[in-house]
Every structure is written in structure tokens, then in C-alpha cells.
């Protein structure tokens, strides 16, 4: 059943992580965003605290709430399952930065796919180490301000099946950009053994705005996110000191479309990013919904799907912050 419903996934979805989770404070303004701002502010070292947000978002994915004047009761979704983005691709050895562009219904966002490692913040990205052995690899990342993350992947298992076949030729790191990062040029550099490889990532304002949720599968298609956690959201490059109209719908395997489910305003700080912590509640009866949250801006939907399940992980894949970062 899993297989069938996982069918149903976007697969121009990827996932990210990073250092943080906490959303930024502020203070709603009177009008709802409706457009975008060109530059964002950089934002503050990843030293710097940030306290939790109280959001109206806590309870979009508990309980349905009243459809707001000018919100479709319908949201059209289509999408198929398959591997992340670094599925055996092998030799030769290296590090890949592969960037996907945020989910948007109509039209295409600044930030589009490119393979140079240029990114913004929580943009789905996927990390490849290509061809670095069986592992463990560690890996490190430095950047501006002193920024140092560092981690291991672990070796994968002398015997078991990944995927579609007992081998795998490639570790895939999805990094959650937070807008706790500073903004600059950063190196990854992997390792195992003698054998070394670097990348950079260079991060920069975003241009448009973009709306994700990262869930704990490196599958651009399943995204998911298990019951009774939080599933982390998003919001880069909107208009700052002001409210973004969140509207949420929900597709099950009975329904053809995905139907109004519940609808919140969130506060941006004046950056124009942040990041919020929602909420998933309890495993539902029945098969697991897909969850699309939206936002409009510039006259454009954006749109960030994900399941509500917990999927298993496997050995070659990291979601988040990378294992003793």
C-alpha cells in the first residue's frame, strides 16, 4: 500500500537541515504578504540565539479551521516517487552540490536547479559523495564568521539491500540552510581514508520567495515526517515585518484532489526568513495524508508537500544536522 501511495509524490521535491530549529520572534504587521522583497538582510552568525515563536501555525495540521474569503477549497496535486539525487552515480570521487528550486504552482523561481553549489536559504539541496568507499567518510563545513559543522556518515552494513540493488556507490547529506547561516562562500570537504574531496556552497539573499518543508527522507518524492514530531517549514525571501497567509490542504488515497484543511497567518521578521516548527499530532486512522501547505506572493502559489508517516532511513542518507555536528 505504501508503494502505491508513495506514488503519488512530487518528484521535483527535495528535502534540507541544517544547524537550527527554532523559529524567529517578531511582531505581525497589519497587512497580509502579498509580495516579496529583492534583497533579504544577511543574517546574524550561527553564535547568535534565536527564541522560539509562539505561531498561529501550532495547530494547522491538528484540527481544520474556517476557509478564509478568497482561499480555493481545492488544491491541484500531482507527483510520483523515486531515488534522492544521488542514486548511483559512482566514479569518480567527488563532492556534488546538486540545488532544486522551491515548489511554486505557476511559473519558476530565480533560485532554480544548478549544480554549482549557489544556494539560498532553505532551498532543497542534496550533498553527493560520490565514489568515497563504503564509509565511514567524516565531513566538514566551514564558512564566514567562523561557521564549522562537522559530522561522519556511517559505514554502510556488510550485507544488506539498499534500495534496488546490494550496493550503493554514493552518501547523500541533506543540509537544513537556516537563516542562522551567514551569508558567503563555505567549503564541504569529505573523507575516508587517504581519500579527499571539497565543494563550495556559496549562499546568497534570496530573489524570490520560497516556501519548504523538510521531512526526514532524502526521496524527492515521500518527504516525510513522522506522527507526534514537528515538521519544519520554510519561509525565505518574503516581504519582512509582516504576515504570510499560510492555507493548508490535504489529500488522502479517497479524495481525487487535496481539500481545504486549515489556514494561519505567520510572522516574518524583518529579514523576509524564518523558520517554524508546526506540529504533526498522532498517526492518523486509515493510510497517511499528504499535507500541502501554501502561500501566495507576486501572484504565484507556492507549495510545500509532505507525508505524514515515518518512513525508514537508510544508512547512506542524512536529513539534518550531520551525526556529532
Known amino acids: 500500500m505504501r508503494v502505491l501511495w508513495a506514488s503519488l509524490w512530487c518528484a521535483a521535491l527535495l528535502?534540507?537541515?541544517?544547524?537550527?530549529?527554532?523559529?524567529?520572534?517578531?511582531?505581525?504587521?497589519?497587512?497580509?504578504?502579498?509580495?516579496?522583497?529583492t534583497v533579504a538582510e544577511q543574517a546574524a552568525p550561527p553564535t547568535s540565539k534565536r527564541k522560539s515563536s509562539s505561531s498561529p501555525a501550532q495547530g494547522l495540521l491538528l484540527h481544520p479551521t474556517p476557509r478564509p474569503p478568497g482561499v480555493s477549497a481545492q488544491f491541484e496535486f500531482v507527483g510520483g516517487a523515486g531515488p534522492g539525487a544521488c542514486f548511483e552515480v559512482g566514479n569518480p570521487p567527488q563532492v556534488?552540490?546538486?540545488?532544486?528550486?522551491?515548489?511554486?504552482?505557476?511559473?519558476?523561481t530565480?533560485?532554480?536547479?544548478?549544480?554549482?553549489?549557489?544556494?539560498?536559504?532553505?532551498?532543497?539541496?542534496?550533498?553527493?559523495?560520490d565514489g568515497m568507499g563504503r564509509g565511514p567518510v567524516s565531513?566538514?563545513?566551514?564558512?564566514p564568521h567562523g561557521f564549522n559543522m562537522s559530522?561522519?556518515?556511517?559505514?554502510?552494513?556488510?550485507?544488506?539491500?539498499?534500495?534496488?540493488?546490494?550496493?550503493?556507490?554514493?552518501?547523500?547529506?541533506?543540509?537544513?540552510?537556516e537563516p542562522s547561516w551567514p551569508l558567503g562562500r563555505y567549503v564541504i570537504t569529505?573523507?575516508?581514508g587517504s581519500l579527499s574531496r571539497s565543494h563550495s556552497l556559496t549562499l546568497v539573499p534570496p530573489r524570490e520567495?520560497?516556501?519548504?518543508?523538510?521531512?526526514?527522507?532524502?526521496?524527492?518524492?515521500?518527504?516525510?515526517?513522522?506522527?507526534?514530531?514537528?515538521?519544519?517549514?520554510?519561509l525565505t525571501g518574503f516581504k519582512g515585518s509582516n504576515a504570510v497567509r499560510l492555507a493548508v490542504y490535504r489529500l488522502t488515497s479517497s479524495s481525487e484532489q487535496a481539500q481545504f484543511f486549515s489556514s494561519a497567518e505567520v510572522a516574518v521578521p524583518p529579514s523576509g526568513n524564518t523558520v517554524v516548527q508546526i506540529p504533526t499530532g498522532p498517526a492518523p486512522a486509515g493510510p497517511e495524508p499528504i499535507f500541502i501547505i501554501t502561500a501566495r506572493s507576486r501572484g504565484r502559489t507556492l507549495y510545500a508537500p509532505f507525508s505524514l508517516f515515518k518512513e525508514e532511513k537508510w544508512p547512506n542518507e542524512t536529513v539534518g544536522s550531520l551525526s556529532g555536528a
Request: hydrophobic residues 30%.
Open 190 to 192: 569529505a573523507r575516508n
Open 96 to 108: 556534488r552540490v546538486l540545488a532544486e528550486p522551491f515548489p511554486v504552482q505557476v511559473g519558476s
Open 15 to 37: 528535502l534540507v537541515c541544517g544547524c537550527g530549529k527554532s523559529a524567529e520572534t517578531t511582531t505581525i504587521s497589519h497587512s497580509v504578504e502579498s509580495d516579496s522583497t
Open 209 to 234: 520567495p520560497g516556501l519548504r518543508v523538510l521531512g526526514q527522507s532524502t526521496d524527492p518524492g515521500h518527504n516525510s515526517v513522522p506522527p507526534n514530531s514537528k515538521a519544519t517549514l520554510f
Open 110 to 129: 530565480s533560485e532554480g536547479f544548478n549544480d554549482e553549489g549557489i544556494v539560498t536559504y532553505g532551498q532543497p539541496v542534496d550533498v553527493c559523495f
Open 139 to 143: 565531513v566538514t563545513l566551514t564558512g
Open 151 to 177: 559530522g561522519v556518515l556511517p559505514p554502510l552494513p556488510a550485507t544488506r539491500s539498499y534500495h534496488y540493488r546490494n550496493e550503493w556507490t554514493s552518501f547523500d547529506w541533506v543540509p537544513a540552510i
